[in-house]
């Protein structure tokens, strides 16, 4: 069962550790790169061709910093595409910030392990080593991240304390975690928990890190201007991606001279659309193709403009996934000259993969740029309810509207 984190929601802020530590690794952010074409096309008439993308890559094997072990606080599945590792504390502001970004994409992520790594800044803030020792005592019951959620929770409370008021209020609050008190002050004050504290502040230490939160993705080190939710986000749903991404072109298997009519079941109600087959196969293949495959189950409508179209089809929800190739371009008689024109959307020239888009008005500038493959027979009026949202816009988004299923008949 995942854990609920109550945190609401903030934009990260860094904590300053030394502004001359420069000995860590240069920091390597999960970052776009084109797209390689690895094989060629398979036919002239249906030109496709498998791709090698990234950034759906495995964890960093030549990390910096520690692999996970038994020794961490990990919360989420062990086999997860993603790991996050965080090293931070409990009181500098920027951790507790940074705690509500995570809640959000564990929150909105499944298939996401989180990892804490707690640093006592020591010398630094008066009740951060206080709060790690409260933490791992805690762990002694089994209830590190009990601990962790009400340290952030309840952040406001027990930053303004004085230091020797810390431990009364903390073993005070344990009781509403199930925590045996006097357990827990025992454990906060045994050596061994004080020596596990040093333990994970040396090892830190060595490490050279300049500032806290300092964020992981994947063994890859993040510099502070992506560690905001909406980039984070955007990373774990791309690297996430390769789990679902095709090694080669689908096989082709639609009739020209026959029907096809998908529905796709939203949260919103059902847009019914007719496909053209004999416009323009490739693209009609590869969606058929996909909505057979689940491709398109609990992918978002990620890019909604009033007044001009809506798009889906990408399961990272970023619109920068594709399907692990791309087809070509196939540019036939249909124009946008109405409402509910269906077309591929592409990134270029013949960069055609799974995202389409849903028209809500004449679009005369998209003619002879994009395939046409289809138009909504029934369901314009839930298009058109379907959640705005501008990626482009740059600002923190709310979650877009899901495809649960799609079906396809045959005629």
């Not at 903030?10 to 920091?27: E, G, R, W």
């Not at 027990?158 to 609050?173: G, M, Q, R, S």
């Not at 504290?197 to 502070?224: F, H, W």
Request: proline fraction near 7%; charged fraction near 20%.
């Amino acid at each position: 069962m995942k854990r609920t984190f109550f945190i609401i929601f903030f934009i990260a802020s860094i904590f300053i550790l030394d502004a001359c530590a420069s000995k860590t690794a240069t920091p390597t952010a999960v970052v776009l790169v084109e797209p390689v074409i690895v094989d060629t096309p398979t036919s002239a008439a249906a030109s496709c061709s498998s791709i090698i993308a990234q950034p759906t890559e495995a964890p960093n094997a030549a990390s910096y910093f520690p692999p996970v072990s038994s020794a961490d606080f990990s919360f989420g599945p062990a086999d997860a595409p993603v790991t996050i590792v965080e090293y931070c504390d409990f009181q500098a502001e920027g951790c507790r910030n940074m705690a509500a970004v995570i809640g959000e994409l564990m929150r909105n992520h499944d298939d996401l392990r989180f990892v804490f790594r707690p640093l006592p800044l020591i010398d630094i803030l008066d009740k951060s080593d206080k709060a790690v020792l409260a933490a791992l005592a805690a762990d002694e019951q089994g209830k590190f991240w009990e601990m962790y959620d009400l340290l952030f929770v309840k952040y406001d409370e027990w930053t303004i304390l004085k230091p020797d008021a810390f431990n009364a209020w903390v073993v005070k609050e344990s009781a509403a975690l199930g925590l045996d008190a006097e357990k827990l002050q025992a454990a906060i004050n045994a050596d061994k928990t004080a020596a596990s504290m040093r333990l994970r502040y040396d090892a830190a230490k060595k490490l050279s890190i300049p500032a806290v939160p300092l964020i992981l993705i994947n063994g890859s080190l993040q510099p502070p201007y992506v560690i905001d939710y909406q980039s984070m986000s955007d990373a774990v749903g791309l690297i996430a991606l390769g789990k679902k991404q095709f090694t080669q072109c689908p096989p082709f298997s639609v009739n020209p001279q026959k029907q096809y009519i998908a529905t796709l079941h939203t949260e919103k109600g059902d847009i019914v659309m007719q496909l053209f087959a004999d416009k323009a196969p490739l693209a009609v293949n590869s969606f058929v193709f996909l909505a057979r495959q689940g491709w398109f189950e609990g992918v978002t409508f990620h890019r909604v403009i009033p007044g001009f179209m809506a798009q889906a089809g990408d399961p990272s929800g970023t619109g920068n996934g594709n399907p692990g190739y791309f087809f070509n371009n196939e540019i036939n008689d249909l124009k946008f000259d109405k409402p509910g024109m269906v077309g591929m959307a592409n990134s270029g020239l013949n960069t055609n993969g799974s995202q389409f888009f849903i028209t809500y008005a004449p679009a005369a500038h998209l003619d002879g740029g994009y395939t046409i493959f289809g138009q909504v027979i029934s369901g314009l009026d839930v298009a058109e309810k379907l959640t705005p949202r501008d990626p482009a816009q740059g600002a923190v988004l709310s979650p877009g509207d899901k495809i649960l299923s799609v079906d396809v008949e045959e005629k």
